[in-house]
């Protein structure tokens, strides 16, 4: 019988701090896929590139990775309801976590700035939804303030349960190559997830299954991009909401990831970023949310500017899936509405407009 996966809490249990009979919440997240992108080896100019598909995940994004744990802890100490600022994400997974913990889960979300897609899985989830006038940086610290003086418990990556299941997507890229790739590159928000995987490298070099750890790379959004200009941003703006984040809270986490591994920062404009979203579905087969393609749109610019180290393999987190987020997809470049031509029920009025001509 094929073998059935089983969340990454049971997959890694003597890699993470759980102890037998300890509650754990779970739905089956993690193994995602790492797809092999010739198309970017070849736009890239490098051996080999390998996506990690993290849309894959229940939810649709990375966030259940950290979630699992983080929900499971939370049970672990009684905890009732869950409280989580988001850029919508999160919320959706702290909202499906909590219903599988027979939890209540308060959401606090930017106004207006989360896609229609992470709203809708909150709502189904039912969660409590508070559309905060102000943006991500606000609500986490009202997140942050509400858990220390309510019995409300925080699920956002600042919380350490989080970057320890978010770590074993470092496991699994090592599992599913046999080795570490040479740079691994992702978009960069709140700074949790490139935390995560220095973390999770780190740990597989200690335990000798690699010897040496990928550089980093954490890519921004340009109008959102406090690594770059080197303070927090008042007011961040981009297209890509996931990563609208103008004071990350893993602040000094990635700076450490970056500098230990040899690894980079760099930004990306909303059209670099909407330009490799466009890229990864025609030309690698992989739907991705608009930030999700941060990674990848970091990388071709280096590129181009000369500055991409010369190394043979590459893995690029890709961290959200296409569906979070659709209505990117149905624009042109030029931002024209796409509608598909109506047609009549007939074979030959489809093969007229498709330009076919009947076989001989
Ligand atoms: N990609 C996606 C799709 C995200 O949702 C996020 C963060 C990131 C990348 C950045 O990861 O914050 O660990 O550096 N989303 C959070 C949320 C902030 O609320 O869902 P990070």
């Known amino acids: 019988m094929a073998h059935q996966w089983r969340g990454v809490i049971r997959e890694y249990f003597d890699r993470l701090p759980?102890?037998?009979?300890?509650?754990?919440?779970?739905?089956?997240?993690?193994?995602?896929?790492?797809?092999?992108?010739?198309?970017?080896?070849?736009?890239?100019?490098?051996?080999?590139?390998?996506?990690?598909?993290e849309g894959m995940n229940p939810t649709g994004s990375f966030k259940d990775r950290g979630m699992t744990t983080a929900v499971s802890k939370a049970a672990l100490h009684g905890a009732k309801a869950v409280i989580a600022a988001s850029t919508g994400n999160t919320s959706a997974a702290a909202a499906a976590y909590a219903v599988a913990a027979g939890m209540q889960s308060v959401v606090l979300v930017p106004a207006g700035k989360i896609s229609w897609g992470k709203l809708s899985q909150a709502v189904a989830h039912k969660a409590q939804i508070l559309q905060v006038k102000g943006n991500f940086d606000d609500c986490l610290r009202l997140a942050r303030e509400l858990s220390q003086g309510y019995p409300v418990f925080l699920v956002n990556s600042v919380n350490p349960d989080r970057l320890q299941g978010q770590k074993t997507a470092a496991f699994e890229v090592f599992d599913a190559l046999g080795?570490?790739?040479?740079?691994?590159?992702?978009?960069?928000?709140?700074?949790?997830?490139?935390?995560?995987?220095?973390?999770?490298?780190?740990?597989?070099?200690?335990?000798?299954?690699?010897?040496?750890?990928?550089?980093?790379?954490?890519?921004?959004?340009?109008?959102?991009?406090?690594f770059i200009t080197g303070s927090p941003v008042l007011k961040p703006e981009t297209i890509a909401t996931a990563i609208r984040i103008g004071n990350p809270a893993s602040w000094d986490l990635a700076q450490a990831a970056?500098?230990?591994?040899?690894?980079?920062?760099?930004?990306?404009?909303?059209?670099?970023?909407?330009?490799?979203?466009?890229?990864l579905s025609q030309e690698t087969g992989v739907f991705v949310e608009p930030s999700s393609a941060t990674g990848a749109a970091g990388l071709y610019k280096a590129f181009l500017q000369g500055t991409l180290p010369k190394v043979e393999n590459i893995v690029i987190t890709v961290t959200g899936h296409g569906l979070k987020d659709?209505?990117?997809?149905?624009?042109?470049?030029?931002?024209?509405?796409?509608?598909?031509?109506?047609?009549?029920?007939?074979?030959?009025?489809?093969?007229?407009?498709?330009?076919?001509?009947?076989?001989?």
């Open 179 to 226: 080795y570490a790739p040479d740079l691994h590159a992702m978009p960069l928000g709140n700074a949790g997830n490139i935390s995560a995987y220095h973390l999770g490298y780190k740990e597989e070099r200690e335990i000798g299954r690699i010897s040496q750890m990928p550089k980093l790379w954490g890519i921004q959004a340009a109008g959102a991009a406090p």
């Open 258 to 279: 970056k500098t230990e591994t040899d690894g980079a920062f760099g930004s990306v404009t909303d059209k670099e970023i909407l330009w490799m979203h466009r890229f």
């Open 326 to 360: 659709p209505d990117w997809a149905l624009k042109t470049e030029a931002g024209k509405k796409i509608k598909p031509k109506k047609v009549a029920a007939l074979a030959t009025s489809v093969a007229e407009i498709l330009g076919l001509e009947k076989n001989k």
């Open 18 to 53: 759980f102890n037998e009979g300890d509650p754990i919440i779970t739905l089956g997240e993690g193994g995602t896929p790492l797809i092999l992108a010739p198309a970017l080896a070849k736009l890239l100019d490098v051996g080999q590139v390998h996506l990690k598909y």
